[in-house]
């Protein structure tokens, strides 16, 4: 059996090539897209073929590589039946078990950071692949992404504790320089998780937490939902939308002209001072900062169709994002924002 455990420094996160010498044949567990070159090579040097990339779950830190292997050496993707991703090649649930030659990787499905995650366990190995799951003393953070926090420890406890004390854990990322665990060592010395914590502890411990949002979950997500592919093209549906290459759905000023007050729901995350300044804003529209998008949409209907506004499309595409990521199915930014809104004549409110 070949193992290797390969880091990417600006996301700290694992990517973990397993191989099977007797066929030839490997895995790619949550491969990263700047360094497909990497894993390519290491591939190459090693005389393995590349059978599938394995995702934990739809990560909101990077971007995977799968769909660029995929292209690149006929790779097949692995990912969550729960969904996030209709570009993978297997859409797996629990028990499921994937064989790599003489390897056999059994699927546990593992949610709570979020909704999609999946734990790979190797019994020849003794070793379980967590994600974001279970981190080396730490957890993925519950408050994005569908996640909750009594769901990620129930499946920690009852998918990767309930293994021998001696099975080896290796996480999705490590921040502090640490490689692999175990599930004793766990038990007894994770702060969240172990150290008998109930999960009323547990829940209170991660809501107060206080994270900002993950620096690049605006392009990350919607990029992993296409497998890490540029995410291109007129999609139809209730609007005319045309994504950019880093994935941001837009409208044209000119078709939200048209149907602002038509069951649209108008939001501006611009600051204040901006709303009410020189460039106005579009009649019927809400303030709700950038910085304050995620927790002041939190209850709002997912199903609701939102075209978000800034002054130029930046910050709207962000935001745009952002909804996408935690649910949203319908939505979109204004291209061109309130600037292309003015230089179309188009009414404004002040």
Not at 7 to 14: A, G, L, M, P, V
Not at 77 to 105: F, K, M, N, P, T
Not at 133 to 150: H, K, N, P, V, W
Not at 212 to 240: D, Y
Request: hydrophobic share 35%; aromatic share 6%; net charge negative.
């Amino acid at each position: 059996m070949i193992f290797r455990q390969l880091f990417d420094r600006e996301s700290c996160t694992y990517t973990y090539l397993l191989g099977d010498e007797g066929s030839g044949e490997a895995v790619l567990i949550d491969p990263v897209r700047e360094l497909v070159d990497r894993d390519v090579q290491v591939l190459a040097e090693l005389g393995l073929t590349l059978k599938y990339t394995l995702e934990t779950h739809v990560h909101a830190d990077h971007v995977t590589a799968s769909g660029t292997l995929r292209q690149r050496l006929g790779s097949e993707s692995v990912l969550s039946a729960r969904g996030g991703a209709d570009c993978a090649d297997h859409q797996v649930s629990h028990g499921d078990v994937i064989r790599v030659g003489e390897l056999a990787i059994e699927v546990r499905e593992t949610p709570g950071h979020t909704n999609t995650c999946v734990s790979y366990y190797v019994p020849a190995l003794d070793t379980i692949f967590t994600g974001d799951a279970l981190m080396i003393r730490g957890c993925g953070r519950t408050d994005f992404q569908e996640g909750d926090s009594a769901t990620l420890f129930a499946s920690v406890h009852e998918q990767v504790f309930t293994l021998p004390d001696d099975t080896k854990i290796f996480p999705g990322h490590d921040y502090k320089g640490r490689t692999v665990t175990t599930v004793a060592e766990e038990k007894a010395h994770n702060p969240r998780l172990g150290r008998g914590n109930t999960v009323e502890q547990f829940v209170d411990i991660m809501a107060n937490l206080n994270l900002s949002q993950p620096k690049k979950i605006a392009v990350a997500v919607p990029a992993n939902q296409n497998c890490g592919l540029p995410v291109t093209g007129t999609v139809s549906g209730w609007a005319p939308i045309v994504r950019s290459g880093d994935g941001i759905p837009e409208v044209a000023v000119a078709w939200l002209s048209e149907h602002v007050g038509n069951g649209l729901r108008l939001v501006d995350v611009r600051e204040p001072a901006e709303y009410t300044g020189e460039l106005g804003h579009i009649g019927g529209s809400e303030l709700v900062p950038l910085a304050t998008i995620a927790q002041a949409t939190s209850d709002w209907d997912r199903e609701q169709a939102i075209v978000t506004v800034c002054k130029s499309g930046g910050r709207s595409g962000n935001a745009a994002q952002i909804l996408e990521s935690m649910g949203f199915m319908r939505v979109a930014s204004a291209a061109g924002g309130m600037t292309s809104w003015n230089d179309s004549s188009l009414p404004v409110a002040r």
